[in-house]
């Protein structure tokens, strides 16, 4: 059974903090299986971050805004206090 995680946040978050928690992703026994990653958030350069996660690859790219942040995670035996910690959230 899949189940999601998401959470809205007005955090500041870099391209490369971004990418760097996506990869994160890929550790099972941390963060349970991830089988889907998408979100947006406010850039600290005040560019919107778009990312999209699958196990295969990461895309993450400058967009449109929004009025505020939001990460979702979709998957089975999801941690939601480690990926809390993992996006400082």
């Known amino acids: 059974m899949f189940t999601s995680w998401g959470v809205e946040t ?15 992703l890929d550790n099972a026994e941390k963060y349970g299986v991830i089988l889907r990653a998408k979100g947006i958030v406010e850039g600290t350069d005040g560019k919107w ?7 295969d690859g990461i895309d993450v790219r400058t967009g449109g805004a929004d009025v505020t942040g939001r990460l979702c995670v979709i998957g089975s035996d999801i941690n939601e206090e480690n990926l809390k910690a993992l996006f400082g959230v």
């Open 49 to 55: 971050i778009h990312y999209d996660y699958i196990p």
């Open 10 to 24: 007005a955090k500041k978050f870099t391209a490369e903090e971004i990418k760097n928690a996506l990869k994160e």
